[in-house]
């Protein structure tokens, strides 16, 4: 399983635009991004997820290079419900294998 | 529609007891997962069923046993618990093979070995 690295924390106020990016130099030919939100107390919740070029759908947009190799996150216009554990995860199509959670981007919104 | 239901929600147990945390899916989901979330960490996989009738070992496997007991119910059992168990437990179910469509997670067990 391709492994990822993506920053411990970042920081950012209401109504601005927060980019995670993920860097995952090993993906297979097979293997689709997907990302996850954890809220404290909670089980992970799907976000987003693509395998090539940009995705987007009502929560966020996920870009993907040519290359693969690494995906942003875009959370556009945070509020402070935002405030959560982002999971970067590599794997051969969502759920046929186990996926891998690296320790996540601990996302601060503040006022 | 539940989705995935974990029980119990919170657990004592001293050194030495047995547990079996349960988990229920009414998803229809082929596949189900157990993973464990140490704190500030990541969570990390203890066992999967791919399908009804087959079980796999994840990352972290020992000190734990897993029955899928139908297509709906996957417990997982610890037979002699140690506090290095001390965790927070998340069942998972997915319908692997479907582009889009993700591994939906229950609220977790937490799970105090003493």
């Known amino acids: 399983l391709a492994k990822t690295t993506q920053p411990i924390s970042m920081d950012s106020y209401e109504g601005q635009e927060v980019n995670i990016t993920c860097s995952h130099n090993?993906?297979?030919?097979?293997?689709?991004i997907t990302w996850y939100q954890q809220f404290p107390s909670q089980g992970p919740r799907f976000i987003i997820q693509g395998y090539k070029t940009k995705v987007t759908n009502e929560v966020a947009s996920l870009f993907i290079p040519a290359d693969r190799k690494s995906s942003t996150l875009s959370l556009p216009r945070v509020s402070l419900s935002d405030t959560a554990v982002y999971y970067c995860?590599?794997?051969?199509?969502?759920?046929?294998?186990?996926?891998?959670f690296g320790s996540g981007t601990r996302l601060q919104v503040q006022p | 529609n539940a989705g995935v239901t974990q029980t119990p929600k919170f657990q004592v147990l001293k050194t030495g007891q047995s547990m079996t945390l349960q988990c229920a899916q009414d998803?229809?989901?082929?596949?189900m997962y157990w993973y464990r979330q140490d704190p500030g960490m990541g969570l990390r996989l203890i066992y999967y069923s791919a399908s009804e009738g087959t079980t796999d070992k994840g990352e972290v496997p020992n000190g734990y046993n897993v029955s899928r007991l139908n297509k709906r119910e996957f417990s997982l059992r610890l037979e002699s618990a140690a506090p290095s168990q001390t965790s927070v437990y998340f069942c998972a179910s997915s319908d692997p093979g479907m582009w889009d469509q993700p591994q939906h997670f229950g609220d977790g067990t937490r799970l105090s070995i003493l």
């Open positions: 998803m229809n989901h082929n596949s």
């Open positions: 090993n993906i297979a030919t097979n293997d689709y």
């Open positions: 995860l590599v794997g051969d199509e969502a759920g046929r294998r186990a996926l891998t």
